[in-house]
């Protein structure tokens, strides 16, 4: 249980600065070396996943130790860690697959738009290309609330006098319905050739259908009470009561 | 040099340190503290080294860029502290919210549980020490559903 396994009891309490450098100085010292810096994305599971079965009285270090290591006045070098090619590489990328049916345009588009992006990894680091591929099906069938199904306007210019053209939500969707999952997420993604990157590792499909199973896409699990899969029109119910 | 450390009582590594600036040119002593500068104008060109075009050859176009160069590299010291504490929030945002937490909680429950880890470490340890980082986690949780008056 959590409560055997827990570190609290043997873990002193850190009210002193110094401790709390020393016991962290500590913690990246007992790295094996070079070994550890880069991380490739597929290795890195979930936490819960990663840490399972494993008592924590494995990983403390005795107490006295630390203190003489610090007082040894040699100058400590430690690195933050930064990603390496391999890190970036598109072939360690994971893919994750998302299926639209029923879901809020929106909503869905941030969580697609946090995973091209890499935020979601601690691994993420500005301006480096540590996101993953996002394969999104079933978008012909994505939901809006409200109104915005007939008032939600799609604007293009042709680039010649006049040449304007507005489309709603629901014209859209009959024409071309990836384009609008795409344009959602492409607002939310950062406007620049990193970002142009990123929204290229988005793949849309309107149908059930995708060629991507050689790259075995992981079906995402959206959190318990998440935004993103409730009903639209819940609010005006919730009102009513 | 020996003397000069116990003389000055300076631990050995800062003396190193600062000891590295200066420039020992062969047959004098150590600490001999000798001026390579040169001119001006070569100082101001072996700083636009590497500029585009006429910037890096010509000396008004040089020079000019030098200067803006000087002025970004003095901005970006300052800046390069607080893009790094931006990163490691939001390092630490990504590793809690797998412990469903967020970052703000998180940290309000460091504060309630007395930890004075600051965001660096606390980055490194969720990035390479993951058991580590969990047994934070999980002392900041505690604070937050059991909080000490």
Same mark, same amino acid.
């Given at each position: 249980s959590r409560q055997?396994?827990?570190l609290q009891a043997s873990w002193p309490?850190?009210?002193?600065?110094?401790?709390?450098?020393?016991?962290? @100085?500590?913690?990246?010292?007992?790295?094996?070396?070079?070994?550890?810096?880069?991380?490739?994305?597929?290795?890195?599971? %979930?936490?819960?996943?990663? =840490?399972?079965?494993?008592?924590?009285?494995? %990983?403390?270090?005795?107490?006295?130790? &630390?203190l003489s290591e610090w007082d040894s006045k040699k100058p400590i070098h430690v /690195? %933050?860690?930064?990603?390496?090619?391999?890190?970036?590489?598109?072939?360690?990328?994971?893919?994750?697959?998302?299926?639209?049916?029923? @879901?809020?345009?929106?909503? @869905? =588009?941030? /969580?697609?738009?946090?995973?091209? @992006?890499?935020?979601?990894?601690? %691994?993420?680091?500005?301006?480096?290309?540590?996101?993953?591929?996002?394969?999104? &099906?079933?978008?012909?069938?994505?939901?809006?609330?409200?109104?915005?199904a007939k008032a939600k306007t799609y604007f293009r210019h042709g680039g010649r006098p006049g040449s304007?053209?507005? /489309?709603?939500? /629901?014209?859209?969707?009959?024409?071309?319905?990836?384009?609008?999952?795409?344009?959602?997420?492409?607002?939310?993604?950062p406007k620049g050739p990193l970002g142009r990157e990123q929204f290229r590792h988005l793949k849309v499909f309107a149908g059930s259908e995708h060629p991507h199973e050689a790259q075995s896409p992981v079906k995402y699990a959206w959190p318990e009470g998440s935004l993103a899969t409730k009903k639209p029109g819940g609010k005006k119910e919730k009102s009513r009561e | 040099h020996e003397m000069l450390l116990a003389a000055l009582g300076v631990c050995r590594a800062t003396a190193r340190i600062a000891l590295q600036g200066w420039r020992a040119a062969p047959g004098l002593p150590q600490l001999q503290f000798q001026r390579e500068f040169g001119t001006r104008k070569e100082k101001i060109f072996r700083l636009a080294k590497g500029f585009r075009g006429r910037s890096k050859n010509c000396w008004r176009l040089a020079r000019n860029r030098v200067h803006k160069a000087l002025q970004h590299a003095y901005r970006s010291r300052r800046l390069k502290r607080r893009q790094a504490r931006t990163r490691w929030i939001m390092q630490i945002n990504a590793g809690v919210r797998e412990y469903d937490l967020n970052y703000s909680g998180f940290i309000r429950g460091l504060k309630l549980a007395g930890i004075e880890l600051n965001r660096k470490v606390l980055s490194q340890l969720a990035i390479q020490e993951p058991y580590s980082f969990r047994a934070v986690v999980w002392s900041a949780r505690d604070a937050l559903t059991s909080p000490t008056s």
């Open positions: 055997a396994g827990h309490c850190i009210i002193n600065p110094r401790m709390a450098r020393t016991a962290g @100085m500590m913690l990246l010292l007992s790295l094996p070396g070079a070994a550890m810096w880069s991380l490739p994305a597929p290795s890195r599971r %979930t936490a819960a996943a990663r =840490c399972g079965g494993v008592s924590m009285a494995d %990983t403390v270090e005795a107490g006295p130790a &630390i /690195e %933050t860690w930064v990603p390496k090619s391999a890190d970036m590489d598109n072939r360690n990328k994971q893919w994750w697959l998302i299926d639209a049916e029923g @879901m809020r345009l929106g909503r @869905m =588009c941030t /969580e697609i738009a946090k995973r091209l @992006m890499g935020k979601h990894k601690v %691994t993420y680091f500005p301006g480096s290309n540590v996101g993953d591929y996002v394969v999104v &099906i079933n978008a012909e069938k994505v939901l809006i609330s409200g109104s915005k304007v053209t507005i /489309e709603t939500f /629901e014209q859209l969707q009959k024409r071309i319905p990836e384009r609008i999952v795409e344009k959602a997420v492409k607002g939310m993604l | -």
